[in-house]
């Protein structure tokens, strides 16, 4: 059985921080699908959606997707968008439980405003931006097999906490190893 625990959700709600605590405290594998497809592509994020533009970044992530979970069991960190389309859902729930870290707004604009390396956030208006994907996002993100709320007011640590004991109420064979 290849129990990957996948992180699913909005940019900035912690995938990344979250999937390494997880992993530290697991001892399992990390990987971070936008890190992945950086090193792969020698490129960073924005260069690839300004060279490449967004749905060859969509190819990649779906590949990368693919590759990470067939190596697990381990933690994976995906990208804010990965989730979104149906066959990196199928490909996760063969391989994985799904956790959607569930952030609300202000939370997430805090974390992202002063990081440009978010492409999709280069508009006008990027928390109206925020705003909208997150309300357009919101009920796929729901599909997922466990919701953890992640809000500002608790560490990492803490949200790695809520995510490990979310787990064991969904399935403790996942945290016993491979
Ligand atoms: N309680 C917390 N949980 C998660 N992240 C936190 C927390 N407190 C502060 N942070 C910080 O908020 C940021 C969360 O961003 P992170 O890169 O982990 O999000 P992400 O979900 O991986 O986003 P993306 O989809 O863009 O990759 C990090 O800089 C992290 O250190
Ligand atoms: O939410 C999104 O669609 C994205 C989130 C990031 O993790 C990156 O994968 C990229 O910036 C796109
Ligand atoms: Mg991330």
Redesign the pocket.
């Known amino acids: 059985m290849r129990r990957n625990i996948v992180?699913i959700?909005?940019?900035?709600?912690?995938?990344?921080?979250?999937g390494g605590e997880l992993a530290r405290r697991l001892r399992r594998p990390f990987s971070?699908t936008?890190a992945e497809i950086e090193r792969a592509a020698a490129m960073t994020i924005p260069e690839i959606f300004a060279r490449d533009g967004e749905e060859f970044f969509r190819a990649r992530e779906s590949e990368v997707l693919g590759r990470v979970l067939a190596s697990g069991p381990g933690i994976v960190?995906t990208?804010?968008g990965a989730w979104l389309r149906p066959e990196n859902r199928a490909r996760i729930g063969e391989d994985g439980v799904s956790v959607w870290?569930d952030c609300d707004l202000e939370t997430l604009w805090h974390?992202?405003r002063h990081r440009p390396?978010?492409p999709l956030l280069q508009t006008p208006d990027p928390r109206g931006t925020l705003e909208r994907l997150l309300a357009e996002r919101g009920p796929v993100y729901a599909l997922a097999d466990i919701r953890v709320p992640?809000q500002?007011g608790?560490?990492?640590e803490?949200?790695a906490e809520r995510v490990l004991d979310a787990i064991r109420a969904h399935d403790p064979a996942i945290l016993e190893g491979r």
Do not use: F, H, W
């Open positions: 992180l959700g909005m940019m900035g709600a912690g995938k990344t921080a979250i971070d936008d960190s990208g804010g870290l974390r992202v390396t978010r992640a500002r608790d560490s990492i803490q949200t």
